[in-house]
């Protein structure tokens, strides 16, 4: 640090070689490094030294390099010391006085379209663009395999981006023989980040906005990007929470998804299968007459039968009455917590968890933390440097708790045993973050379920794993691809 020593003593100094005048005037201090370096200018106000002529005098100074090898005197140093500087603020080591818009971020290959006034950033990757490439033989694919033809649309998880995909999606488009597509959902990667007060209030009459936050609008535009890629069909893959996106969007259009492969996905896995009763109807509705003509013959019984249904009524209404008081109960608790979550104090939180976690937990998903490399981190960190990026985290937590068509619908968990689609699930035996259990636990509740757990793996197969991740999705393909044949020629015969 460099600390300017005067030498002619306090300013004071300037008074006798200045005429006094009852006005205030500024001088220019021109200061010199004695290493040669250009003269720095400081300017000092007088406020009862002047020039009768009205120019500036200028007076001299050495800067020595350090503050030890020059005098100094007392009081010196709080007027001239040009060596301390404002400390920048940084989140995970980034710079946060100079956000930016996601465009000025965007790599080369990076594409971007507007759905429902959001800017979503996306990549394609085409099968015929990969085939050239030698790099791809390195994952040793065989390119004499009939293909599946189906796009595939890749769903990252929480944190994440397109840039996980990076290493996969060139071979992925080999093996399926069709493009690759994978886009930075709303609060992640380089998709605009919005003002969802704004955004909501946009709407005319009926036609509000989704919250581009929301659950919905993900699994809105999944089916957008099929739409574009042309496609009647895609093999959806979903990363941890990226999991969650395919299986709605399968919920959504189970006619449109070909197939679904779920790594390591944090869907909780229930912990038994349920059981399916179906009931003869012609059966249950001469059971329900026969018990009708018992009841009419037995006046005691019809009396009996009167009391308890007064009583249904009764509980009923009773019940009804409670139902309301707990949703109100529940808005009103709703409100609170959207309140707390969209507070700046909320905003705040998230700053300082991802300063102080953000890295770390990139290194905790991996098998070996010292294999993350700096390009890894870099990209995982990339998105801290865009405007609001904190608010649009804030505003995706609080849309995933505060869910509205979460109430609708019965849970995820209740209804894995409708997939009726090819599944694969792939998960590292040692993810830290969604146990490797649960990922099996779910392959047996999903009906033909494939499950495949990778060695010395952690959260993320596709990026730590790649050799072996590719290998079980082409395996998984060339399955899909004869069950496919094998049902075309039954129906043909």
């Given at each position: 640090?460099?600390?300017?020593?005067?030498?002619?003593?306090?300013?004071?100094?300037?008074?006798?070689?200045?005429?006094?005048?009852?006005?205030?005037?500024?001088?220019?201090?021109?200061?010199?490094?004695?290493?040669?370096?250009?003269?720095?200018?400081?300017?000092?106000?007088?406020?009862?030294?002047?020039?009768?002529?009205?120019?500036?005098?200028?007076?001299?100074?050495?800067?020595?390099?350090?503050?030890?090898?020059?005098?100094?005197?007392?009081?010196?140093?709080?007027?001239?010391?040009?060596?301390?500087?404002?400390?920048?603020?940084?989140?995970?080591g980034l710079d946060q006085d100079e956000l930016m818009d996601p465009k000025l971020l965007a790599d080369n290959d990076?594409?971007?379209?507007?759905?429902?006034?959001?800017?979503?950033?996306?990549?394609?990757?085409?099968?015929?663009?990969?085939?050239?490439?030698?790099?791809?033989?390195?994952?040793?694919?065989?390119?004499?395999?009939?293909?599946?033809?189906?796009?595939?649309?890749?769903?990252?998880?929480?944190?994440?981006?397109?840039?996980?995909?990076?290493?996969?999606?060139?071979?992925?488009?080999?093996?399926?023989?069709?493009?690759?597509?994978?886009?930075?959902?709303?609060?992640?990667?380089?998709?605009?980040?919005?003002?969802?007060?704004?955004?909501?209030?946009?709407?005319?009459?009926?036609?509000?906005?989704?919250?581009?936050?929301?659950?919905?609008?993900?699994?809105?535009?999944?089916?957008?990007?099929?739409?574009?890629?042309?496609?009647?069909?895609?093999?959806?893959?979903?990363?941890?929470?990226?999991?969650?996106?395919?299986?709605?969007?399968?919920?959504?259009?189970?006619?449109?998804?070909?197939?679904?492969?779920?790594?390591?996905?944090?869907?909780?896995?229930?912990?038994?299968?349920?059981?399916?009763?179906?009931?003869?109807?012609?059966?249950?509705?001469?059971?329900?007459?026969?018990?009708?003509?018992?009841?009419?013959?037995?006046?005691?019984l019809e009396f009996y039968n009167m009391l308890f249904n007064f009583a249904k009524f009764i509980a009923n209404a009773?019940?009804?009455?409670?139902?309301?008081?707990?949703?109100?109960?529940?808005?009103?608790?709703?409100?609170?917590?959207?309140?707390?979550?969209?507070?700046?104090?909320?905003?705040?939180?998230?700053?300082?968890?991802?300063?102080?976690?953000?890295?770390?937990?990139?290194?905790?998903?991996?098998?070996?933390?010292?294999?993350?490399?700096?390009?890894?981190?870099?990209?995982?960190?990339?998105?801290?440097?865009?405007?609001?990026?904190?608010?649009?985290?804030?505003?995706?937590?609080?849309?995933?708790?505060?869910?509205?068509?979460?109430?609708?619908?019965?849970?995820?968990?209740?209804?894995?045993?409708?997939?009726?689609?090819?599944?694969?699930?792939?998960?590292?035996?040692?993810?830290?973050?969604?146990?490797?259990?649960?990922?099996?636990?779910?392959?047996?509740?999903?009906p033909g379920a494939s499950f495949a757990i990778i060695k010395q793996c952690g959260h993320l197969p596709h990026e730590?794993?790649?050799?072996?991740?590719?290998?079980?999705?082409?395996?998984?393909?060339?399955?899909?691809?004869?069950?496919?044949?094998?049902?075309?020629?039954?129906?043909?015969?």
């Amino acid at each position: 640090m460099m600390k300017v020593g005067v030498f002619c003593g306090q300013l004071g100094f300037l008074a006798p070689s200045i005429p006094t005048l009852n006005s205030t005037h500024s001088y220019f201090l021109r200061i010199h490094n004695n290493h040669g370096a250009s003269p720095l200018k400081l300017a000092v106000f007088a406020p009862n030294y002047a020039t009768h002529h009205h120019h500036h005098r200028d007076c001299t100074f050495v800067v020595a390099s350090s503050a030890s090898s020059s005098p100094s005197f007392g009081g010196s140093e709080q007027f001239l010391d040009v060596g301390v500087k404002k400390k920048k603020e940084g989140i995970a080591g980034l710079d946060q006085d100079e956000l930016m818009d996601p465009k000025l971020l965007a790599d080369n290959d990076s594409c971007f379209c507007q759905f429902q006034g959001v800017e979503i950033h996306h990549k394609i990757q085409d099968a015929a663009e990969s085939q050239s490439q030698s790099a791809f033989q390195n994952h040793g694919v065989s390119h004499q395999i009939k293909k599946p033809g189906f796009p595939m649309i890749l769903l990252h998880g929480f944190g994440a981006s397109v840039f996980s995909w990076k290493q996969v999606m060139k071979p992925l488009a080999e093996v399926t023989g069709s493009k690759v597509l994978a886009f930075d959902r709303p609060a992640f990667g380089l998709t605009s980040r919005l003002n969802l007060s704004k955004h909501l209030s946009s709407g005319k009459g009926d036609a509000k906005p989704l919250n581009p936050y929301s659950m919905a609008f993900s699994v809105l535009v999944t089916l957008y990007f099929l739409d574009m890629l042309n496609a009647e069909k895609a093999i959806l893959v979903g990363h941890s929470a990226g999991s969650l996106v395919a299986v709605n969007t399968y919920f959504e259009a189970p006619e449109r998804v070909a197939a679904l492969i779920l790594v390591a996905p944090a869907i909780f896995a229930p912990l038994t299968k349920p059981k399916i009763v179906k009931e003869n109807p012609s059966r249950q509705d001469n059971q329900m007459k026969e018990e009708s003509n018992a009841v009419s013959q037995n006046p005691i019984l019809e009396f009996y039968n009167m009391l308890f249904n007064f009583a249904k009524f009764i509980a009923n209404a009773i019940a009804k009455m409670m139902r309301g008081m707990i949703n109100m109960l529940n808005s009103l608790y709703r409100k609170f917590l959207s309140a707390i979550l969209r507070s700046s104090v909320a905003i705040m939180l998230v700053r300082m968890a991802i300063n102080k976690f953000g890295t770390s937990a990139v290194r905790n998903a991996w098998y070996d933390p010292k294999q993350v490399s700096d390009d890894v981190l870099s990209g995982y960190t990339k998105p801290l440097r865009i405007k609001d990026w904190d608010k649009a985290l804030v505003e995706f937590t609080a849309a995933m708790l505060l869910d509205e068509e979460s109430k609708t619908k019965p849970s995820l968990s209740q209804r894995l045993n409708d997939i009726s689609c090819p599944v694969l699930i792939v998960t590292g035996d040692t993810d830290r973050l969604v146990p490797s259990w649960n990922a099996e636990r779910l392959s047996h509740v999903i009906p033909g379920a494939s499950f495949a757990i990778i060695k010395q793996c952690g959260h993320l197969p596709h990026e730590e794993k790649v050799e072996e991740f590719i290998s079980i999705v082409e395996n998984f393909l060339k399955r899909l691809v004869t069950d496919s044949n094998e049902q075309y020629l039954q129906t043909i015969t």
